[in-house]
């Protein structure tokens, strides 16, 4: 079936650490995105990319990277640069087609000791 | 202003209750609008795009007001499952471009027996 796969679902990580959160999408769609949401909070934009080998700010990109290598994959990486890296993140792609449904993987939540 | 900003929540109905949710966006320009659903520490889910001539799925009705700038969501006939959080996702450039989607804050909507 096809789907979005994050990973890992649970991290924790002591401060100062980097850590790259996993991204994977079969659905052969070209526009990825990561959202960070904290409790009782709507989802926030980090990094988007429409194609391969580019990619575009969010609103709240500082403190974190990402790389598009393959269409496939668009991982995301919190830097110790982020002051406030405990969340919940959240991987999409769309499909540019009828729907423009945005499809979700299941998350991952970050938590810094 | 919020480019995107959602009736504040939470809404607690009695079962049975019709219930309604606003989402003004800010971009006039603006081409794409959905609803999605997002259960307590999961992932959003597509509950429904919303057309200029409105559209209506079962218990669920969405409207789009161009003029003022607003989509709605309209709830008959609340079900305990319906308790959720509500985000509205409007996406300025339209969804073929798979570009940047605009979430809003989210209504916590809880029904009770």
């Known amino acids: 079936d096809g789907g979005i796969t994050q990973s890992p679902k649970y991290l924790f990580r002591k401060e100062g650490q980097n850590v790259t959160l996993s991204c994977e999408q079969n659905?052969?769609?070209?526009?990825m995105y990561w959202y960070r949401q904290d409790p009782g909070q709507g989802l926030r934009l980090i990094y988007y990319?429409?194609?391969?080998?580019?990619?575009q700010k969010g609103d709240i990109a500082e403190g974190y990277s990402v790389s598009r290598e393959k269409k496939e994959s668009f991982p995301l990486t919190v830097t110790s640069a982020q002051k406030n890296p405990t969340a919940f993140y959240l991987c999409a792609s769309i499909r540019t087609g009828d729907t423009g449904e945005l499809f979700f993987g299941e998350g991952s939540r970050l938590t810094v000791l | 202003r919020k480019e995107v900003e959602q009736d504040p929540g939470p809404f607690n109905v009695p079962e049975g209750a019709t219930v309604a949710f606003n989402c003004t966006y800010s971009?006039?320009?603006?081409?794409?609008f959905f609803w999605y659903r997002q259960d307590c520490r999961k992932e959003p889910k597509l509950l429904m795009s919303v057309y200029s001539s409105g559209n209506e799925d079962g218990r669920f009705t969405a409207q789009l007001n161009r003029a003022s700038q607003y989509i709605s969501l309209l709830i008959r006939d609340s079900k305990l499952s319906d308790s959720a959080t509500y985000l509205c996702?409007?996406?300025?450039?339209?969804?073929?471009?798979?570009?940047?989607?605009?979430f809003g804050q989210g209504t916590e909507l809880s029904v009770k027996p």
């Open positions: 659905l052969n769609h070209d526009a």
């Open positions: 971009n006039s320009a603006s081409q794409s």
């Open positions: 996702v409007v996406i300025p450039g339209g969804y073929n471009q798979g570009g940047k989607l605009i």
């Open positions: 990319s429409q194609i391969v080998n580019d990619f």
